[in-house]
């Protein structure tokens, strides 16, 4: 009789746990409220792919401004998924990646030439979940925002098409950050032509 309590106390237990997790699941993987995503509030302690410095996606017009308002783009990922990557050259379900921008100066304390990054100007995510009928969605953190709706529409329809067209592996940049890159040559999952 004792033994059924325990047994039912346990099961009830399990039961519970499996409830909340199907809300939020454990682990660092995108949390939602509906359909929003949460700002990953703890981005900064997950695996660091790359920065990229002044990259412009048009030639610079001749006479353009020098590197002097030139952002750096920081991009991280939950440290499951790189994990994930790293055994197979494919992003798993669940994916969360970080564009955050910063701003650069060449003024300040002993630098003489180069830049160093300053504050932060713009936060972007790319979330790759089932949930999503087209498997990746973008989010937009600007102003500090706690929670983000999928972009949609006009806003959105660049995004995606310049990282379908032109990202090396499944719709992100490979290419540009580089332990990514090796893994997925090793793993042969570049897209043909990189
Ligand atoms: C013309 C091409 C182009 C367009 C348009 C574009 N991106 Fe990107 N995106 C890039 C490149 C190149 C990188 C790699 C940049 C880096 O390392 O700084 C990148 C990286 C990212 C990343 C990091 C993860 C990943 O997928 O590789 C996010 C998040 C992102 N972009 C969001 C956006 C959003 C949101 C928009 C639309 C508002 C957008 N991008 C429009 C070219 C583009």
Request: glycine fraction near 10%; aromatic fraction near 12%.
């Amino acid at each position: 009789m004792k033994r059924a309590a325990a047994t039912i106390a346990i099961a009830w237990a399990f039961a519970c746990s499996l409830a909340v997790g199907a809300q939020q699941p454990a682990g660092d993987g995108p949390r939602y409220a509906g359909t929003a995503l949460m700002r990953p509030a703890e981005y900064r302690e997950w695996i660091f792919l790359s920065s990229g410095l002044g990259m412009n996606y048009n030639a610079p017009a001749p006479g353009a401004p020098p590197p002097a308002r030139q952002s750096f783009t920081n991009v991280f990922v939950n440290p499951s998924s790189y994990r994930s990557f790293m055994q197979t050259g494919k992003w798993p379900d669940k994916t969360v990646l970080v564009l955050e921008i910063r701003a650069s100066s060449g003024n300040g304390s002993i630098n003489k030439d180069g830049r160093f990054q300053t504050t932060v100007s713009g936060m972007e995510v790319h979330v790759k979940d089932s949930r999503f009928a087209n498997g990746w969605e973008f989010f937009g953190f600007g102003g500090g925002k706690e929670s983000a709706e999928p972009m949609s529409g006009q806003a959105v329809a660049e995004c995606v098409s310049c990282h379908a067209e032109h990202g090396a592996v499944d719709n992100t940049f490979a290419q540009f950050y580089p332990t990514i890159l090796d893994a997925a040559r090793q793993k042969g999952t570049l897209k043909p032509g990189f």
